[in-house]
């Protein structure tokens, strides 16, 4: 594909569709929008766009498409696998501006949004409506970034994904057209179901404008608790086994020593540097949220649990659960001047022993610097694999690893991203995850992008 890079003229023309203030093509403005979190090359786009409105997004992307220029969508620069990285310049549209909470129906358990909100805020302000929005990724993402990817986090073993809470879309598409589609009732069955082929799809076929999402009421009792293990494929037979006994966790994560490691010389948590499960329950009452922990601590005493802590405070929680959040950042910060791959799969629960088990020993055997945890519930695990900035036969062994394990997963019948998107660094296993279904998914790129304009280079190898 062809596409063209910005030039006076259409500079000029743009700045009559916003204020100066609002378009940029500082250098600095660039280079912050020429990366995301990941360890992708950053490039950076011709320009950089703030809408306040649908109407300006619907009058920007018409004239992009009509003069085949490059249009990126940005939340927060906050996702893992490059999908905000405007590989072919162009246009970015930053929603930063776009950030209004519209309207808050808490008997409906229904809020909508603008993309740039921060779930975090949205959700600091349910608070004192006894509500939450549940997807948790952890990042300051915003919600329209977290449509794009489909995110997910320490809660959807419980409560589920993105694609879960969306009720209702309002959708620009390639050519300026805004399209509606949803509605605000709790279940339909009416049509083709477009929301969930827009949800996740990075900005490819269309650019989130407005969202109506689901809410839950916040959970009026909790019981927190820490499991430590032996090894790996203990925490993972534990944690099939606590699945397989309807315990219905809110929360199940799975720390390698590591990570451990790196929590307690950060945080000075003081926790065994062992494979370590961290849980929670939520419920109506002290007895079930205790009785279901109990039942916790029986199923992984079974599977060789060295020690379990339980009946966490709300404080503590909130340390542990902080430090599982900024548990990727603190692994930047343990290696200045180097970068670090985010490797993101998943497999059902009955292969999760095998996988993270796999994980562990294939990076040991490589003397690789890595660190494996996971949302033990959903079986979604992460292996972050660090290497010398410009080491490149380091490089080398850290991308047959990688591969290795994603193939393996796939062939477990899992997955090569649980809930990073595919992005930039997936794509080479679309055709193995996929077959024939990537054909398809191409047709459906062209019928609502047929210049191939929306987050070009993405998804597709």
């Known amino acids: ?211 109506t999402v689901r809410l839950v009421g916040l959970p009026s009792e909790f019981s927190a608790g820490i499991a430590t293990f032996p090894d790996l494929g203990a925490a993972g037979k534990a944690v099939f086994g606590i699945l397989r006994g309807g315990l219905s966790p809110a929360t199940l994560e799975l720390l390698d020593p590591k990570c451990v490691e790196v929590i307690n010389r950060e945080r000075g948590l003081g926790l065994k540097a062992l494979p370590t499960l961290f849980m929670e329950y939520h419920g109506s009452s002290e007895e079930q949220v205790s009785e279901l922990m109990e039942m916790a601590r029986d199923i992984s005493s079974s599977e060789g649990c060295v020690d379990f802590r339980s009946g966490i405070g709300r404080a503590e929680r909130d340390h542990i659960l902080g430090a599982r959040h900024e548990l990727g950042e603190m692994i930047f910060r343990a290696h200045p001047g180097y970068r670090v791959l985010s490797l993101d799969i998943a497999v059902p629960i009955t292969a999760y022993p095998e996988i993270i088990s796999g994980a562990s020993h294939e990076v040991l055997e490589r003397g690789l610097v890595g660190y494996t945890f996971s949302h033990a519930g959903d079986g979604n695990i992460h292996l972050l694999l660090a290497g010398e900035e410009d080491d490149s036969c380091q490089w080398a062994v850290i991308d047959q690893v990688s591969e290795k394990i994603v193939l393996k997963a796939l062939a477990l019948g899992g997955t090569a991203t649980g809930e990073h998107g595919v992005g930039i660094g997936k794509r080479r296993f679309m055709e193995a995850e996929h077959g024939k279904a990537l054909v398809w998914m191409k047709r459906i790129k062209a019928l609502f992008d047929p210049k191939g304009i929306l987050n070009p280079g993405k998804i597709f190898p």
Do not use: C
């Open 1 to 211: 594909m062809e596409f063209t890079r910005l030039n006076e003229k259409h500079v000029r023309d743009l700045m009559t569709m916003v204020p100066t203030e609002r378009f940029s093509t500082g250098e600095s403005t660039l280079d912050l929008h020429s990366r995301d979190q990941s360890h992708h090359r950053p490039t950076r786009p011709d320009g950089v766009i703030w809408p306040i409105g649908k109407s300006e997004v619907s009058r920007i992307l018409g004239y992009a498409n009509e003069h085949t220029i490059p249009v990126t969508p940005w939340g927060a620069g906050s996702s893992l696998e490059g999908n905000p990285i405007p590989v072919h310049g162009g246009l970015v549209l930053d929603f930063s501006l776009m950030n209004h909470i519209i309207d808050i129906r808490e008997e409906d358990f229904q809020a909508d949004v603008e993309p740039g909100v921060i779930y975090k805020d949205l959700n600091e302000k349910l608070r004192h409506k006894g509500l939450f929005f549940p997807p948790d990724p952890g990042a300051d993402a915003t919600i329209g970034g977290m449509i794009a990817n489909n995110a997910s986090g320490t809660r959807t073993v419980r409560y589920g994904s993105t694609k879960d809470h969306v009720l209702r879309l309002s959708v620009a598409l390639a050519n300026g057209e805004i399209i509606d589609m949803g509605t605000r009732a709790s279940k339909s069955s009416s049509g083709y179901d477009l929301i969930h082929l827009f949800v996740g799809s990075e900005g490819t076929l269309g650019i989130v404008l407005e969202a």
